[in-house]
Nanobody, 120 residues
């Protein structure tokens, strides 16, 4: 009943920019905290950025100053603006959204993942 649809990935040269989007749809009563995570080839998943319902944000040190996370509550969507991309940013990016399908409790939902490849 809840689906997260990611878009905006692709291939870009180092120094370029990409904008990722993740929209929650279905039986959405309200949306809570949101975040972006990535997994590079041969490595474990890591947190990239998160944004709370208060709009408070967290960024991994490796992306601080280059990436910006934002949200549009009316659209149940979280964005990740990625600037000054580096080769080491390459990986599969996953969004995670806390979704309440009823007023009492929310659960984390994951997107399918989208490939971001940065070439030199």
């Amino acid at each position: 009943q809840v689906q997260l649809v990611e878009s905006g990935g692709g291939l870009v040269q180092a120094g370029g920019s990409l904008r990722l989007s993740c929209a929650a749809s279905g039986s959405v009563f309200r949306v809570g905290d949101m975040g972006w995570y990535r997994q590079a080839p041969g490595k474990q998943r890591e947190t990239v950025a998160t944004i709370a319902t208060t709009a408070h944000t967290y960024y991994a040190d490796s992306v601080k100053g280059r990436f910006t996370i934002s949200r549009d509550n009316a659209k149940n969507t979280v964005y990740l603006q990625m600037n000054s991309l580096k080769v080491e940013d390459t990986g599969v990016y996953y969004c995670n959204v806390d979704v309440a399908t009823m007023p009492t409790i929310s659960y984390p939902f994951w997107g399918q993942g989208i490939q971001v490849t940065v070439s030199s």
